[in-house]
Nanobody
Framework: VQLQASGGGSVQAGGSLRLSCAAS??????MGWFRQALGKEREFVAA????????YYVDSVRGRFTISRDNAKKTMDLQMNSLEPEDTAIYYC?????????????????WGQGTEVTVSS
C-alpha cells in the first residue's frame, strides 16, 4: 500500500487548507492523520472509520478540522479551517491496522511521506 499526501502550504492564521491522501489500493481500514512539529513527537490529529461513519479528533482541532474519505476514489481528506500557528507541522496520513479507532501511531502500518503546513501569525 502506498499513500501520497498533498495539499500543504503556507497560510496566515485564520486561513484554511485542505490536505488529501491518495491510496494505491482501496482500503476499508481506519485511516488517520498525524502531525509532527519541529522538535516534537508525532501526534494524532484525526481518524475516520472504514465507511466514514465515525470520526475522531484531538481536542485541539475539534471544531476546526474535518476528516472525510471517499473509498471509491481511494482518497481521504482533512479540511483545516481557522488555522493557528500551533498547527504548523508536517502532516502524515496513515492506514490503521485495526478496524477500530486508535490514536496511537503504533496501530498504523502504512504512512504517506508527509506534507508541510506552515501557519504564520
Amino acid at each position: 500500500v502506498q499513500l501520497q499526501a498533498s495539499g500543504g502550504g503556507s497560510v496566515q492564521a485564520g486561513g484554511s487548507l485542505r490536505l488529501s491522501c491518495a491510496a494505491s489500493i482501496r482500503t476499508i481500514n481506519t485511516m488517520g492523520w498525524f502531525r509532527q512539529a519541529l522538535g516534537k513527537e508525532r501526534e494524532f490529529v484525526a481518524a475516520i472509520s472504514w465507511n466514514g461513519g465515525s470520526t475522531y479528533y484531538v481536542d485541539s482541532v475539534r471544531g476546526r478540522f474535518t476528516i472525510s474519505r471517499d473509498n471509491a476514489k481511494k482518497t481521504m481528506d482533512l479540511q483545516m479551517n481557522s488555522l493557528e500557528p500551533e498547527d504548523t507541522a508536517i502532516y502524515y496520513c496513515a492506514r490503521g491496522i485495526k478496524p477500530s479507532y486508535s490514536a496511537s501511531a503504533k496501530d498504523y502500518d502504512y504512512w504517506g511521506q508527509g506534507t508541510e503546513v506552515t501557519v504564520s501569525s
